[in-house]
């Protein structure tokens, strides 16, 4: 029914340079060019040819290009005004030359320690992103039987982002790290008649949808709080939770303002270990890992209408309202190692999903049931 065959090499050369003028100033520098070359074939099954043995295709994209060069290049300079005080400022560079698009990214942070062990910190970044490179060869298949690349002219995906964060280290091996953020990205992809459908959500699924006709009209926004509390192994122990608080929304072309299909809204990982040394050459080790998520984002399906066009029907008009059930998942792993004078071996149990715990993967439309089910994903799994 349908076959693919992409093909993407890169060849990149990099230079960095870092010069130290003195204890108190620093410069850092860097130039890159990457040559990417594509070979993207695609094609859909139209039907019989005459000969029941031959089927007929219909290619969608058939692109060979070579020298798609990225070229990229910064400039980066540090003064410590006291041992307290620290300020950064620089420039971004790049510019793809297939379409000839290129950005300029001023970035910026100041950095204050105001007692030992404290610091505070504020950045500020104008970044901008390339476009994943099928989306450029796109092309619309028009009546008269010749293909178009409607994608050609996009433009970088832009971003305005800040962040505001504090540190502090209580000794040597205890620290905590509380950081908030906002970021504006506008420029992203949407289609040009008015729809959902926007970049901001590429990557949540594993097959892209080759959507041509697009134009950098779309918007996003994604704030949030993230909490870093962290004991280094010492004293045969070690942990660390990580904690994240986040709202992610965007608007397509119809400029509805919807949750993203990353907007699950927390995110926690908790993790730890302990060792016990077993006579002169052994060690004994557990280790833990609990991960809580919210659950991922998703369009229903309309069963009456899948049913009646045999074939996937969505409510579009909820896209990316419902929510799966939260993901929750513990893994474990109990280790023995012995050190010899020339050799060293390892004994080990790892155990994914150790709760078994049945965590939704995605819901679907069974053709042949008529009916929604539900796939999970990775249940139990010992090593």
Do not use: C, M
Request: aromatic share 16%; hydrophobic share 30%.
């Amino acid at each position: 029914f349908y076959h693919e065959n992409n093909v993407q090499w890169k060849l990149g050369w990099y230079s960095d340079l870092v010069k130290k003028f003195n204890a108190r100033n620093t410069l850092e520098a860097g130039f890159s060019v990457e040559n990417h070359s594509i070979s993207y074939i695609d094609s859909i099954y139209t039907g019989w040819t005459n000969q029941e043995t031959d089927r007929e295709y219909l290619l969608q994209t058939n692109t060979q290009k070579d020298n798609l060069l990225l070229i990229q290049s910064y400039g980066q300079y540090q003064h410590r005004f006291t041992n307290r005080l620290s300020v950064y400022g620089g420039l971004h560079y790049q510019n793809f030359t297939y379409n000839h698009t290129q950005s300029l990214e001023p970035r910026f942070s100041l950095e204050w320690k105001p007692r030992q062990y404290h610091s505070l910190s504020f950045g500020y970044g104008y970044h901008t992103q390339l476009q994943p490179l099928f989306l450029y060869f796109v092309e619309t298949y028009l009546p008269d039987g010749r293909y178009v690349q409607t994608n050609k002219s996009l433009g970088f995906t832009r971003s305005n982002q800040w962040v505001l964060s504090y540190h502090h280290s209580f000794n040597q091996n205890l620290r905590l790290k509380v950081e908030t953020y906002y970021q504006h990205q506008h420029n992203i992809p949407v289609e040009k008649s008015e729809s959902f459908f926007s970049l901001a959500n590429y990557g949540a699924s594993f097959h892209q949808v080759r959507i041509d006709s697009l134009i950098n009209a779309g918007t996003s926004r994604n704030y949030g709080l993230e909490l870093t509390f962290e004991k280094f192994f010492s004293d045969k122990y070690y942990f660390l939770l990580t904690t994240s608080l986040f709202d992610s929304k965007y608007r397509g072309s119809n400029n509805i303002l919807r949750n993203t299909a990353f907007n699950g809204n927390y995110v926690v990982n908790l993790l730890g270990g302990y060792e016990h040394a077993l006579g002169k050459r052994g060690t004994l080790a557990l280790n833990l890992r609990f991960v809580a998520a919210g659950g991922k984002r998703y369009t229903p399906l309309d069963v009456e209408k899948s049913i009646e066009k045999d074939n996937p029907q969505y409510i579009v008009q909820q896209a990316y309202e419902r929510q799966h059930k939260d993901y929750l998942r513990l893994d474990g792993r109990l280790s023995y190692q012995l050190n010899g004078q020339n050799i060293s071996q390892e004994w080990a149990i790892d155990v994914t999903n150790l709760t078994d715990r049945k965590n939704v993967f995605s819901k679907n439309y069974n053709r042949v049931e008529n009916r929604v089910i539900t796939e999970y994903q990775q249940r139990i799994f010992p090593i």
